[in-house]
Structure formats: C-alpha cells, structure tokens
C-alpha cells in the first residue's frame, strides 16, 4: 500500500555532499518513523538515521557530524543530508518507514564515493 521512492543518489568525490530524499505514496495514514539504511556489497544492511514525526533523530555514531536527518510530514518525505563522503560511505542507501503494523522498503539508491 505504502510506496517508498528514493532520489538523490550518484557518484561524488570524497569530500562531497549529496542529498537524499524519499518519498512516500500511497495509503498513508501513519508513518511513526522514517529513516534510512545502507548496504554495501558484501555487508550487512545497517543503520543510518531515523526520524520520528515529532521530530526526533537517531543518527548511527559512524556518520554523525558528517550526516543529519529530516523530515517534512507534509510532503511525507525524509531527508538524508549527507556532508565530508568518504569512499567508506559507498552503499545502496535504503529508505524505510515504520507505523504501528508494517515496515515500509524502498528499492534503494547508489552512492558511490571515490577516492
């Protein structure tokens, strides 16, 4: 019911900014959290950030001061302002959205940064 469409993605230099934004459509009635997960080759999906509606953050200790959250509840879209990529930073970024019975996946988008 819930769609999830990931933007922003791309290749960058390190040391670059991108920012990404997900967009949710669909039947929308609650979207409790919204947030973000990456997945490198090889590795496991982790944890980037969420936000909740009200407006409070979890940003993983790996990316924190580098990257923030956010969220416009009236557009049902979260952002991922991401600052100083590093090639460690190259993942499929996975959008996700969490209400009181369902988890919500985006397709992903690549970000990709080079040394």
């Known amino acids: 019911q819930v769609h999830l469409v990931e933007s922003g993605g791309g290749l960058v230099q390190a040391g670059a900014s991108l920012r990404l934004s997900c967009a949710a459509s669909g039947s929308i009635v609650r979207l409790n959290t919204m947030g973000w997960y990456r997945q490198a080759p090889g590795k496991q999906r982790e944890l980037v950030g969420t936000v909740t509606s009200g407006g409070n953050t979890i940003i993983a200790d790996s990316v924190k001061g580098r990257f923030t959250i956010s969220r416009d509840n009236a557009k049902n879209t979260v952002y991922l302002q991401m600052n100083s990529l590093k090639p460690e930073d190259t993942a499929i970024y996975y959008c996700?959205?969490?209400?009181?019975?369902?988890?919500?996946w985006g397709k992903g988008t690549l970000v990709t940064v080079s040394s």
């Open positions: 996700h959205a969490l209400n009181s019975a369902m988890n919500y």
